[in-house]
């Protein structure tokens, strides 16, 4: 009988049963629907990868203001977008190892400042030109210009020169950075014809899927191309990603099979979801971290003391428990867990104490006055109630918090990275280097906390030009130390990425760089 | 000159005067919020340098009025510019999408404007009796339950339970009218729950106001039916407030439909002047707003318009 389903399962696999067919005939056989749907998907699995299909995603955090132009992917749905019908240099993989996209290997100089990309040949981009290194230096420069846009301006800044060099693209870093192809791996660093200098937001790149139909807010319509460089990549007929911001939407979608994957499944919602017959509900730890933060150089947040008693005051277990539902861990006060490579796991965690609070927050010196702590559900899912219960925890030690609800409209130019305490969301980043070059060096454009020490900044520039991974571990250690027991950052939580996924597909893998597989979903996954 | 031109055309100027008062207000709104377009679309990313560059590429730089007036030049020829954001052009956006709510708010109507008034005239038929109350008390009841509520109750039991229609109400070139149809049946149905009150309460209230006149009980002198009472006597009379109601009903299809497009996910312009709102794209906004205003502004002129043509007094006048 057993052979009689495998068999059965090939036909399902080869297209030559519908899965509803195979599931009655298995009852017929008298096997149960549960055994019956574990051996298909063995057998499914068994047969490997199956091409053809047409994929719909339906994701949140996609407006009709969107735009193919990979310098302004800021949301989930460009994101993705750019994921389809683009790639970068190289990719974060799964395990946070490097890999190889459009180049072949990466190779660095014993010092780390000199960085040579080998470019994979016969590259074609979506409008029949072949690939050159032309193109991925102009795409660089355009992203690194001084007069762009580009969300990845940032990380391009310690770039003193690029070149060109026939099959070979070089960057030359004015210090050292043994992280650089991570940076290379930012998701907006698509590589366009010309660098995209003259229609970035045509859409046009060497992905696996090319744009068909682009209405931003609504849909974004891409089918196979067929001269991609890796059959590997891209088991679909097509791949539609539709805009459903709305979170009941969004599950009734689900649900009803229009969809067949969603991002942003609600923590309160994603236990009843999980319980439906036909889709799995994955929760994928990851780097994004949901915290309060606390400007080191304003008063009274200046005095470590009261920072401390205000870590000390809040209760990152019921946080979890409460506002993630579980689907997420607590944090230690460091923008930094065990998704990243290099993290040391002996830093002790900080645990919730009303003595330890009441007592820094006696010797602070403070005043008494109300602390004023700014939240909006902008910041993040659940921010108000988070709050309010960090508020309760905190007058339990005797500190005055008092909590002023701020527009979610305007929260991210108005509040954030303006008042002085305030709720935030980090989305993190690939290694440990970046999310500290990006928020805690003295001089980094979103220093939200205000960290500026001297120390700290010496010990990222000395780990960053460190080769050797186990030196690294113990500076990023002590890096953490700094930040846990002298910053302003408060960091309760890290939340995890919540999708639904329908069991119609197969080749799921867990992925923490971003939700949705790190847009690789479309890639890497098939209809069984 | 005749009255009924005359009031017709003082009616016209005012609507288009009303209409530059709306775009100016919109425009003054937009600037008194926080923050702008460069800053909403860098986010949490903005730099300053990106912030600067952003700014000068979308023409930020420059004083508000100028750019007012710039829009409202380019607005007069037709030219309703591009949007800051995404760089694509306005009208081309704004047409898709207004045909979507157009298409929309059509289907609605046509299923709700005679039902609303055949219940309406049903109810005042068996006044007080039980078909009376029952459409009476249905009728109230959806209208008093938020849309949002309606439409998860309706997805929850029709799309996800039995599957008869998408939950997602999308629609788009490639589909034939039939399949469109068939995609907002849903939405359709709830703005149908939600408007149909109003309409047959007004539509009951003004013949039932009616029915005291001298001349219908001179018709049920006559001997004719309470039906043919109320359908050849009472309702002609009743027009004009019925059209007044019915109008802004219609309008309420067309510019108040926000929740329902996003809870459905229907590609109307709700969801793209909200969306231009956060982004604080404020070319894209000032459109949405004149057409809305537009919109307002027509319908309410088409119900004063047929309330002066149904006036006798101004038809023929001594």
């Given at each position: 009988?057993?052979e009689?389903?495998?068999?059965m399962?090939?036909q399902?696999?080869?297209?030559?049963?519908?899965?509803?067919?195979?599931?009655?005939?298995?009852?017929a056989l008298?096997?149960?629907?549960a055994?019956?749907?574990?051996?298909?998907?063995?057998a499914?699995?068994?047969?490997g990868?199956?091409?053809?299909?047409?994929l719909?995603?339906?994701l949140?955090g996609?407006?009709?203001?969107?735009?193919?132009?990979?310098?302004?992917?800021?949301?989930?749905?460009?994101?993705?977008?750019?994921?389809?019908?683009g790639?970068?240099?190289?990719?974060?993989?799964?395990?946070?190892?490097?890999?190889?996209?459009?180049?072949?290997?990466?190779?660095g100089?014993?010092?780390?400042?000199?960085?040579?990309?080998?470019?994979?040949?016969?590259?074609?981009?979506?409008n029949g030109?072949?690939?050159?290194?032309?193109?991925?230096?102009?795409?660089?420069?355009?992203?690194?210009?001084e007069?762009?846009?580009?969300?990845?301006?940032?990380?391009?800044?310690g770039?003193?020169?690029?070149?060109?060099?026939?099959?070979?693209?070089?960057?030359?870093?004015?210090?050292?950075?043994?992280?650089?192809?991570?940076?290379?791996?930012?998701?907006?660093?698509?590589?366009q014809?010309?660098?995209?200098?003259d229609?970035?937001?045509?859409?046009?790149?060497?992905?696996?899927?090319?744009?068909?139909?682009?209405?931003?807010?609504v849909?974004?319509?891409f089918?196979?191309y067929?001269n991609?460089?890796?059959?590997?990549?891209?088991?679909?007929?097509?791949?539609?990603?539709?805009?459903?911001?709305?979170?009941?939407?969004?599950?009734?979608?689900?649900?009803?099979?229009?969809?067949?994957?969603?991002?942003?499944?609600e923590?309160?919602?994603?236990?009843?979801?999980?319980?439906?017959?036909?889709l799995?509900?994955?929760?994928?730890?990851?780097?994004?971290?949901?915290?309060?933060?606390m400007?080191?150089?304003?008063?009274?947040?200046?005095?470590?003391?009261?920072?401390?008693?205000?870590?000390?005051?809040?209760?990152?277990?019921?946080?979890?428990d409460?506002v993630?539902?579980?689907?997420?861990s607590i944090?230690?006060?460091?923008?930094?867990?065990?998704?990243?490579?290099?993290?040391?796991?002996?830093?002790?965690?900080?645990?919730?104490?009303?003595?330890?609070?009441?007592?820094?927050?006696?010797?602070?010196?403070?005043?008494?006055?109300?602390?004023?702590?700014?939240?909006?559900?902008?910041a993040?899912?659940?921010?108000?109630?988070a709050?309010?219960l960090?508020?309760?925890?905190?007058?339990?030690?005797?500190?005055?918090?008092?909590?002023?609800?701020?527009?979610?409209?305007g929260?991210?130019s108005?509040?954030?990275?303006?008042?002085?305490?305030?709720?935030?969301y980090?989305?993190?980043?690939?290694?440990?280097?970046?999310?500290?070059?990006?928020?805690?060096?003295?001089?980094?454009?979103?220093?939200?906390?205000?960290?500026?020490?001297?120390?700290?900044?010496?010990?990222?520039f000395?780990?960053?030009?460190?080769?050797?991974?186990?030196?690294?571990?113990?500076?990023?250690?002590?890096?953490?130390?700094?930040?846990?027991?002298?910053?302003?950052?408060i960091?309760?939580?890290?939340n995890d990425?919540?999708?639904?996924?329908?069991?119609?597909?197969?080749?799921?893998?867990?992925?923490?760089?971003?939700?949705m597989?790190?847009?690789?979903?479309?890639?890497?996954?098939?209809?069984? | 000159?005749?009255p009924?031109?005359?009031l017709?055309?003082?009616?016209?100027?005012l609507?288009?005067?009303?209409?530059?008062?709306?775009?100016?207000?919109?425009f003054?709104?937009?600037?008194a919020?926080?923050?702008?377009?460069?800053?909403a679309?860098?986010?949490?990313?903005?730099?300053?340098?990106?912030?600067?560059n952003?700014?000068e590429?979308?023409?930020?730089?420059?004083?508000?009025?100028?750019r007012?007036?710039?829009w409202?030049?380019?607005?007069?020829?037709?030219?309703?510019?591009?949007?800051?954001?995404?760089k694509?052009d306005?009208a081309?956006?704004?047409?898709?999408?207004?045909?979507?709510?157009?298409f929309?708010a059509?289907v609605?109507a046509?299923?709700?404007?005679?039902?609303?008034?055949?219940?309406?005239l049903?109810?005042?038929?068996?006044?007080?009796?039980?078909?009376?109350?029952?459409?009476?008390?249905?009728?109230?009841?959806?209208?008093?339950?938020?849309?949002?509520?309606?439409?998860?109750?309706v997805?929850?039991?029709?799309?996800?339970?039995?599957?008869?229609?998408?939950?997602?109400?999308?629609?788009?070139?490639?589909?034939?009218?039939?399949?469109?149809l068939?995609?907002i049946?849903?939405?359709a149905?709830?703005?149908?729950?939600?408007?149909?009150a109003q309409?047959?309460?007004?539509?009951?209230?003004?013949?039932?106001?009616?029915m005291?006149s001298?001349?219908?009980?001179?018709?049920?002198?006559?001997?004719?039916?309470?039906?043919?009472v109320?359908?050849?006597?009472?309702?002609?009379?009743?027009?004009?407030?019925?059209?007044n109601v019915?109008?802004l009903?219609?309008?309420?299809?067309?510019?108040?439909?926000v929740?329902?497009?996003?809870?459905?996910?229907?590609?109307?312009?709700?969801?793209?002047?909200?969306?231009?709102?956060?982004?604080?794209?404020?070319?894209?906004?000032?459109?949405?707003?004149?057409?809305?205003?537009?919109?307002?502004?027509?319908?309410?002129?088409?119900a004063?318009?047929?309330?002066?043509?149904?006036?006798?007094?101004?038809r023929?006048?001594?």
């Amino acid at each position: 009988m057993n052979e009689q389903i495998t068999y059965m399962a090939g036909q399902v696999t080869a297209g030559k049963m519908t899965r509803r067919e195979f599931m009655g005939k298995a009852a017929a056989l008298g096997v149960s629907a549960a055994v019956a749907s574990t051996m298909f998907a063995d057998a499914a699995r068994a047969a490997g990868p199956k091409k053809g299909g047409d994929l719909k995603f339906g994701l949140q955090g996609g407006e009709s203001t969107n735009s193919l132009d990979p310098a302004t992917y800021a949301s989930s749905v460009p994101f993705q977008n750019g994921k389809q019908f683009g790639d970068q240099l190289v990719e974060v993989a799964p395990d946070g190892s490097i890999e190889p996209r459009l180049a072949e290997s990466v190779e660095g100089s014993a010092d780390a400042k000199v960085w040579t990309f080998k470019l994979r040949q016969g590259v074609e981009f979506h409008n029949g030109k072949t690939m050159t290194s032309e193109d991925v230096l102009k795409t660089m420069q355009r992203h690194s210009n001084e007069d762009s846009k580009s969300g990845a301006l940032g990380i391009m800044k310690g770039i003193e020169s690029m070149k060109a060099d026939g099959d070979n693209f070089q960057v030359t870093l004015s210090e050292p950075n043994a992280d650089l192809p991570y940076l290379m791996a930012d998701y907006h660093l698509i590589i366009q014809p010309d660098g995209g200098m003259d229609n970035p937001g045509a859409g046009i790149g060497t992905g696996p899927y090319k744009v068909e139909v682009d209405e931003p807010g609504v849909r974004h319509l891409f089918t196979k191309y067929e001269n991609h460089w890796n059959s590997d990549f891209g088991n679909f007929d097509s791949v539609e990603v539709v805009v459903i911001n709305d979170a009941t939407a969004r599950t009734a979608a689900l649900q009803s099979g229009q969809v067949h994957a969603i991002n942003r499944v609600e923590p309160k919602v994603a236990d009843l979801l999980g319980r439906a017959p036909n889709l799995t509900v994955h929760s994928t730890a990851g780097r994004g971290h949901y915290v309060f933060i606390m400007h080191c150089d304003t008063a009274p947040f200046d005095n470590n003391e009261l920072r401390t008693a205000l870590k000390y005051a809040i209760n990152r277990t019921e946080l979890v428990d409460k506002v993630l539902r579980g689907y997420g861990s607590i944090g230690n006060d460091m923008p930094i867990n065990a998704a990243y490579p290099l993290f040391d796991e002996t830093i002790e965690q900080r645990e919730f104490s009303v003595e330890k609070a009441a007592e820094h927050y006696k010797k602070s010196g403070h005043d008494g006055s109300p602390i004023i702590l700014r939240v909006a559900d902008g910041a993040f899912p659940g921010a108000v109630d988070a709050a309010a219960l960090f508020q309760q925890t905190a007058t339990q030690a005797g500190i005055p918090l008092e909590i002023k609800r701020e527009p979610n409209d305007g929260y991210w130019s108005e509040v954030w990275n303006v008042q002085p305490f305030c709720a935030s969301y980090w989305g993190g980043r690939p290694v440990q280097d970046q999310m500290y070059s990006t928020a805690y060096l003295s001089t980094a454009d979103w220093n939200d906390t205000r960290f500026k020490v001297q120390a700290f900044d010496d010990l990222l520039f000395a780990a960053r030009a460190e080769l050797d991974a186990e030196k690294r571990k113990k500076i990023y250690s002590q890096m953490g130390r700094m930040v846990r027991d002298e910053g302003g950052l408060i960091c309760p939580m890290f939340n995890d990425f919540v999708e639904g996924v329908s069991n119609q597909l197969d080749g799921w893998e867990s992925d923490p760089t971003q939700e949705m597989m790190n847009g690789n979903m479309s890639r890497k996954m098939w209809f069984v | 000159m005749h009255p009924i031109i005359k009031l017709v055309s003082q009616r016209l100027a005012l609507g288009i005067l009303l209409l530059f008062g709306a775009s100016a207000l919109i425009f003054g709104l937009t600037e008194a919020l926080p923050g702008d377009a460069a800053q909403a679309v860098l986010g949490q990313s903005a730099t300053p340098e990106a912030l600067a560059n952003l700014r000068e590429e979308m023409g930020l730089d420059r004083p508000a009025l100028t750019r007012y007036f710039e829009w409202l030049g380019g607005i007069v020829q037709g030219d309703l510019g591009q949007s800051l954001t995404n760089k694509l052009d306005i009208a081309e956006s704004i047409g898709k999408r207004l045909g979507n709510t157009l298409f929309l708010a059509c289907v609605a109507a046509i299923v709700s404007v005679p039902l609303a008034i055949f219940l309406g005239l049903l109810a005042v038929r068996y006044r007080n009796r039980w078909p009376d109350k029952l459409i009476s008390a249905v009728t109230l009841t959806t209208v008093s339950i938020p849309e949002f509520l309606i439409g998860y109750v309706v997805i929850y039991y029709i799309s996800v339970k039995l599957g008869w229609f998408s939950s997602l109400a999308m629609i788009n070139d490639s589909m034939s009218f039939w399949q469109k149809l068939n995609a907002i049946a849903l939405p359709a149905f709830v703005l149908t729950l939600v408007v149909l009150a109003q309409m047959m309460r007004m539509t009951r209230a003004a013949i039932l106001n009616l029915m005291q006149s001298a001349y219908i009980e001179t018709a049920e002198l006559k001997g004719l039916s309470t039906f043919q009472v109320i359908a050849r006597h009472a309702f002609p009379n009743a027009i004009s407030p019925i059209v007044n109601v019915v109008m802004l009903n219609l309008a309420y299809l067309v510019v108040g439909v926000v929740v329902v497009e996003v809870v459905f996910v229907y590609p109307g312009m709700g969801q793209y002047l909200v969306d231009a709102v956060t982004k604080r794209d404020v070319p894209v906004v000032l459109a949405c707003g004149v057409v809305f205003a537009a919109v307002y502004i027509g319908l309410n002129m088409v119900a004063d318009i047929v309330s002066i043509l149904a006036n006798p007094r101004l038809r023929h006048p001594k």
